[in-house]
Nanobody, 126 residues
Framework: EVHLVESGGGSVQTGGSLRLSCVIS??????????IGWFRQAPGKEREGVAA????????YTANSVKGRFTISVDNAKNTVYLEMNNLKSDDTAMYYC?????????????????WGQGTQVTVSS
């Protein structure tokens, strides 16, 4: 069984930075989870893809709304995927989730993922 645990959320001011972490744990099945995505959901809005990464070669995918500000990376030795968030805006306020999938055609699509973490809250205020 695969588990995902997010951390690193918090409250920051506009323009600030945060780094989220997603630790992937479990049995050998965890290594088959090649795609890890970060998603977010603000109150009253649908969950949306922010960034995703293919653990095999580090290929990344980033939503246009955060491109140039957010960077996803992976440390396979630590089974951890990071989301570095810079120049945060109030629109970035949301619950952030990481998710895992063994394969994906559209890595920023929530429907591609079957395993989810509990989320970590990010609040950006002016």
């Amino acid at each position: 069984e695969v588990h995902l645990v997010e951390s690193g959320g918090g409250s920051v001011q506009t323009g600030g930075s945060l780094r989220l972490s997603c630790v992937i744990s479990g049995d050998t099945a965890s290594m088959s989870m090649k795609y890890i995505g970060w998603f977010r959901q603000a109150p009253g809005k649908e969950r949306e893809g922010v960034a995703a990464i293919y653990r095999g070669d580090g290929r990344s995918y980033t939503a246009n709304s955060v491109k140039g500000r957010f960077t996803i990376s992976v440390d396979n030795a630590k089974n951890t995927v990071y989301l570095e968030m810079n120049n945060l805006k109030s629109d970035d306020t949301a619950m952030y989730y990481c998710a895992a999938a063994p394969w994906s055609i559209q890595p920023l699509d929530t429907l591609e993922y079957g395993i989810w973490g509990q989320g970590t809250q990010v609040t950006v205020s002016s």
